[in-house]
């Protein structure tokens, strides 16, 4: 699986978007980007995942470059809850595990 | 409610006492695993099974065992636990082919004295 780079903290102010960004340049054309976050010390949990078009749900954004190289995942009004590790993950579907990495500590600032 | 429970919670110990933490989930998932987390180095995973009767190693085995006899369950082993063993473990089971449905237990923190 493709390595993934993501800064080690952030700061948003709270009801601002918060835009976390990742780097993937070595992604293959089979692997698909997940974000998964993590509050305080409780399991992670899934937010959005996404192969080249661009992903929205009810949590997030995804947004991938056109060379799939780099991706942005957008929470559109930030809340204190949304403090969290936000982890960058890329994974094609034949292989067995994520590889969850050390991600990106978001603090959302009232 | 779709869940993964884990057992204990909580735990303290002492070096080379065999210890088993319990892992269970209720949605017919056929792939679980381990991972341990500890400070500045992420979630890292131990061992994962793909069915019953089928286990294979992850990026951090030694130490460990686990075992799939039923579909449900995913116990991790610690035969004789040493104190760099004392970490924050998560068990998490998915739907074979959907990453993107993996779920995690509450986590088990265990200190080996």
């Known amino acids: 699986d493709a390595k993934t780079t993501q800064p080690p903290s952030m700061d948003c102010a709270e009801g601002r978007a918060a835009n976390l960004p990742c780097n993937h340049s070595?992604?293959?054309?089979?692997?698909?980007v997940y974000w998964y976050r993590q509050i305080h010390s409780q399991g992670p949990q899934y937010i959005i995942h996404?192969?080249?078009n661009n992903e929205t749900n009810e949590m997030a954004s995804l947004i991938i470059t056109e060379d799939r190289k780099s991706s942005t995942l957008i929470l559109p009004h930030a809340t204190l809850r949304d403090t969290a590790v936000y982890y960058c993950?890329?994974?094609?579907?034949?292989?067995?595990?994520?590889?969850f990495g050390t991600g990106t500590r978001l603090t959302v600032i009232p | 409610e779709a869940q993964v429970t884990q057992n204990p919670r909580y735990l303290i110990t002492v070096t080379g006492k065999k210890l088993t933490v319990t892992c269970s989930q209720n949605?017919?998932?056929?792939?679980m695993s381990w991972y341990r987390q500890d400070p500045g180095l992420g979630l890292r995973q131990i061992y994962y099974?793909?069915?019953?009767?089928?286990?294979d190693k992850g990026d951090v085995p030694e130490g460990y065992k686990v075992s799939r006899k039923e579909k449900r369950n995913f116990p991790l082993i610690l035969e004789s636990p040493s104190p760099n063993q004392t970490s924050l473990y998560f068990c998490?089971?998915?739907?074979?082919?959907?990453?993107?449905?993996?779920?995690f237990g509450p986590g088990t923190r265990l200190l080996v004295l």
């Open positions: 998490a089971s998915r739907a074979f082919g959907r990453k993107e449905t993996q779920y």
């Open positions: 070595t992604i293959s054309g089979n692997e698909y």
């Open positions: 996404g192969l080249k």
């Open positions: 993950i890329v994974s094609s579907t034949g292989a067995n595990n994520l590889f």
């Open positions: 949605m017919n998932h056929e792939y």
């Open positions: 099974s793909m069915n019953v009767e089928v286990t």
